[in-house]
């Protein structure tokens, strides 16, 4: 593996990294409201399709509203340490602030 290609890899490592990172707080809260709706469904006997999509959609867009500033601001540190410096044609690169 060339030089190019492991920072090609490791680029697209990090990025899938971040991708998980951010998508994380939404497809849990997605997970845990359709649980919570699907039990209350099958204990009630209350077959209504809506009741599945309101909550869902509410819980996530109040997640989304919080956890926005975590986001962006992974998403800058991504940009700013790893892909700017590479399009700039930098041969080293700093370590992304990647939050754990």
């Known amino acids: 593996m060339t030089m190019d290609d492991a920072i090609f890899f490791d680029t697209l490592r990090q990025g899938l990294w971040i991708a998980v990172l951010i998508s994380a707080p939404l497809l849990g809260v997605a997970l845990v409201a359709g649980v919570a709706v699907g039990l209350f469904q099958a204990l009630t006997s209350v077959q209504e399709m809506t009741l599945t999509f309101v ?43 990647i939050p754990r």
């Not at 959609?57 to 109040?62: A, F, I, P, S, T």
């Not at 540190?77 to 892909?83: C, G, K, L, M, V």
């Not at 700017?84 to 370590?95: D, K, R, S, V």
């Open 55 to 97: 909550p869902k959609v509410g819980l996530m867009l109040v997640v989304f509203w919080v956890s926005m500033s975590f986001m962006s601001e992974a998403l800058v540190a991504f940009f700013t340490t790893r892909i700017i410096p590479l399009i700039a044609g930098a041969e080293q690169w700093t370590t992304p602030a």
